[in-house]
C-alpha cells in the first residue's frame, strides 16, 4: 500500500545526489519502470532497452541513494538468484529558492527510509 507521510529533504548534502541521480537518464528510466510493480533486471532491460551492465550500475547507485529497493529475492529453477527491486518514489516534487532545495517525496512504502 501507498502510504501517504512525505518524505523531505531540504539539506543539500543529501538533495544534491538525489538529483543527480534522477537527472540521469538511465536512473529515470529504471524508477519510472518500477514504481508500480517491483521487477527484475532482465524485465527493465526488456522494457527500456537499457544494456544489462549500465542497469546493474545503476541500480547499486539507486539503492545508495534510497531511491530503489529490493522487494524480494526468489531462487529460478536453475537456482540462482533472482533480485525484483522497486522505487521506492511513487512521485517527487522539487523546489530551489534562496533558502535552498527542497524535495519532497510520496513515497512507494512505508518502510522509504529505513
Do not use: C
Request: no cysteine; net charge positive.
Amino acid at each position: 500500500m501507498e502510504s501517504t507521510d512525505p518524505a523531505i529533504y531540504s539539506d543539500y548534502h543529501n538533495a544534491i545526489p538525489i538529483l543527480q541521480e534522477l537527472g540521469d537518464k538511465v536512473a529515470f528510466r529504471i524508477i519510472i519502470s518500477t514504481i508500480d510493480s517491483a521487477k527484475t533486471v532482465s524485465q527493465i532491460h526488456e522494457e527500456n532497452k537499457i544494456p544489462l551492465s549500465s542497469i546493474y550500475k545503476k541500480v547499486q547507485k539507486l539503492s545508495k541513494v534510497r531511491l530503489l529497493s529490493v522487494e524480494k529475492i526468489d531462487i529460478d529453477s536453475k537456482g540462482k538468484r533472482v533480485v525484483f527491486y522497486r522505487s521506492k518514489v511513487r512521485s517527487m516534487e522539487f523546489n530551489l529558492n534562496a533558502k535552498g532545495i527542497l524535495l519532497h517525496f510520496d513515497k512507494n512504502k512505508k518502510d522509504f527510509f529505513k
